[in-house]
């Protein structure tokens, strides 16, 4: 059995899926009529020559997800620290959101915003100390850039030790933004998925 897999990224991204020979004969099912994919039988190796950089559709997020930027996100209305909205994220193979640009951060906001005043949501940001200095880490581990999304007066420059995780409050301007708060605090949170990844049988 020859078992070969390319794995996906976004975007580009390659297709994952799965081939299989028993006899290793070189014969090849057509998986894909946008991919040039070659088997050589000598050498029971895949060569991807070319492939697609088809942008994510709706349909290719879980169910409960709604595709927005290229990635999948989904408001959960349970109430959680930051810790166990960060592990129940993770639970559906998902994280607490990212909002690394202004795009995506607007348009987060937008659907914190249409469920009412005073709802808030925490987002995979949070604070870390180097050198006595608080520095911004996204969920994934990569430091916070150049974007940033904070509320008027955010993040707070008094008591920095128990403020240390990010969340949506709408705050002085009346629509959602960041806010440094307790990561004990119980919130409502945001995942963010990838877009599921094709497979060929």
Excluded at 131 to 156: M, Q, T
Aim: hydrophobic share 35%.
């Amino acid at each position: 059995m020859i078992k070969a897999t390319l794995q996906k990224s976004d975007p580009p991204f390659l297709t994952t899926f799965e081939f299989f020979d028993d006899n290793h004969t070189a014969s090849l099912k057509w998986l894909d009529p946008f991919a040039n994919i070659s088997l050589n039988s000598k050498t029971l190796s895949v060569t991807v020559m070319s492939l697609p950089t088809t942008a994510a559709k709706s349909d290719d997020c879980r169910f409960g997800y709604k595709l927005i930027s290229g990635a999948c996100f989904r408001l959960d209305f349970r109430e959680m620290s930051y810790g166990d909205a960060s592990e129940a994220c993770k639970g559906e193979g998902a994280r607490l959101a990212m909002p690394k640009t202004k795009e995506l951060d607007m348009a987060l906001s937008r659907l914190v915003y249409k469920e009412g005043e005073n709802k808030i949501y925490y987002i995979g940001l949070r604070g870390a100390f180097s050198l006595w200095a608080r520095r911004w880490v996204w969920d994934d581990g990569s430091p916070l850039g150049k974007y940033k999304g904070w509320n008027p007066g955010e993040p707070a420059s008094r008591n920095l030790w128990m403020k240390l995780c990010v969340q949506y409050w709408s705050g002085v301007t009346g629509f959602p933004m960041w806010d440094d708060y307790s990561c004990d605090v119980k919130r409502r949170f945001i995942c963010q998925q990838a877009p599921l990844a094709l497979s060929y049988q």
